[in-house]
């Protein structure tokens, strides 16, 4: 297995794989960041380098997708989850409990919540448009003020392209200020 470190406009980020495929995109100190103590440094990997490269037009603005090979290691439940982040469409967001219904889950929202939470594809399959059932911002791994920031984008960016390029996996314009979401606290439980 190899990693690759790389700067973004929002921080570091990982690509974790082998010549073959992709096993996780990370921002650097997110939650469930994988161990990469055994790791060989992925400089010399093409597919790694081919990663970066899309990353980094996702965030110039001029992908519309990734075309990397992925391999997922994870229960059915969560491969299914992954693959319907797919279908979120830029400039949008849906609720938990929305994807859950999408994957034919509808009464499993916590356990669709807890996979969405181990998406290893950050950017590349587009957990960051799922939010709270109020709409309110919740469980980023990369942190909320990366969610906020990456929403605020892909929505202006949706407005600029127009419906019709309104698929997964578009990305950030280069140089665009980060303007900062109003992150609403989520409702303390009771009880």
């Known amino acids: 297995m190899r990693a690759l470190w790389f700067d973004t406009p ?19 100190g997110a939650r469930h960041l994988p161990d990469l103590a055994g790791c060989e440094d992925g400089r010399d990997c093409l597919l790694l ?16 997708g990734f075309d990397l ?3 997922a290691r994870g229960t059915a439940l969560q491969s299914a989850v992954w693959e319907a982040l797919d ?18 889950r509808p009464r499993a929202v916590r356990a669709v919540a807890q996979a969405v939470g181990r998406n290893p594809w950050t950017l590349i399959r587009p957990c960051h ?19 906020a920031a990456l929403l ?15 698929t997964s996996g578009v990305g950030l314009q280069k140089g665009a200020a980060i303007t900062p979401m ?3 606290p989520r409702p303390a439980s009771s009880g």
């Open 10 to 28: 929002l921080g570091a980020m990982v690509a974790v794989g082998d010549a073959q495929t992709l096993c996780g995109l990370h921002f650097g």
């Open 49 to 64: 380098r081919r990663v970066q490269l899309q990353v980094g037009d996702y965030f110039e603005g001029r992908r519309t």
């Open 69 to 71: 090979p992925l391999v």
């Open 87 to 104: 279908s979120i469409a830029l400039g949008t967001t849906i609720s938990y409990s929305e994807l859950a219904t999408r994957v034919g």
């Open 129 to 147: 448009r799922v939010v709270g059932a109020d709409g309110s911002l919740t469980g980023f791994a990369g942190g909320l003020e990366r969610k």
């Open 152 to 166: 605020a984008h892909e929505s202006r960016l949706a407005r600029a392209r127009g419906p019709a390029e309104r």
């Open 182 to 184: 109003r992150i609403r």
